[in-house]
């Protein structure tokens, strides 16, 4: 198995820090993507990486991958309240028969406190 | 982007008894994706579901347990059979973005449904 693992399980932070969570996985890939899942409930996409690149931004979020190393992080610049949920980094293979097998890692639980 | 809804969102059932899921997506999509979350952890993919074609399932999961069907291309339901306490959690189904994986050389982001939360007592 690739499923990614992610460090910390669990991070706590005040309201305008930053929250950096790290993600490691065991074989090549395609791409490596970041979700956010609200409360239990449905994923939402983040930012996707190349494996042929090593640094994306979109708005506040900050991704990095190393593939040398097999590891990649995701960086939220000036927390808010709003960003509690959990994050899950997901390894992408292109399966043969033309889709993308996603394997998602253990995930971050991230509180950021008003 | 796809807009994907699922029922039922939620329910609690008894042990040895049988729930189907499922899925419904906006547009036509090739592949969908069935994930299971247990309580606390990550998500696992159940099954790749092809329309036209038997699932296919990954490893620890079986047809008779995790039944699927996928008659057309935008429906998919999910069967969870005979359940014990250890199938409470929450299943969810899955597409890919077609339109943005093809047109970016096989690679894009995947939309998920809201979840089922199952509770097998």
């Known amino acids: 198995s690739q499923q990614g693992e992610e460090d910390p399980q669990a991070l706590s932070i005040q309201e305008g820090e930053n929250a950096t969570m790290n993600c490691s996985y065991k074989t090549s890939i395609n791409n490596l993507q970041w979700y956010r899942q609200n409360s239990g409930r449905g994923l939402v996409h983040l930012i996707l990486i190349r494996s042929n690149e090593r640094e994306k931004h979109s708005g506040r979020l900050r991704v990095t991958l190393d593939t040398s190393k097999k590891s990649s992080s995701l960086l939220i610049t000036a927390s808010r309240a709003a960003d509690t949920a959990s994050y899950f980094c997901?390894?992408?293979?292109?399966?043969?028969?033309?889709?993308?097998?996603?394997?998602f890692g253990t995930g971050t639980k991230l509180q950021v406190i008003p | 982007s796809a807009v994907i809804s699922q029922k039922p969102s939620r329910d609690i059932c008894q042990r040895g008894t049988s729930l189907t899921i499922q899925c419904q997506v906006d547009s036509q999509v090739t592949m969908m994706f069935w994930y299971r979350q247990q309580p606390g952890q990550s998500l696992t993919l159940i099954a790749t579901a092809n329309q036209g074609s038997e699932a296919t399932y990954e490893s620890g999961f079986v047809i008779d347990k995790f039944p699927i069907s996928r008659p057309n291309l935008t429906f998919s339901t999910l069967t969870v059979s005979n359940m014990s306490p250890e199938d409470s959690s929450i299943y969810l189904c899955s597409v890919e973005d077609h339109r943005t994986v093809r047109l970016a050389g096989g690679e894009g982001e995947q939309f998920f449904g809201p979840g089922t939360r199952l509770t097998v007592l």
């Open positions: 997901a390894t992408v293979l292109k399966h043969s028969g033309g889709y993308q097998k996603v394997t």
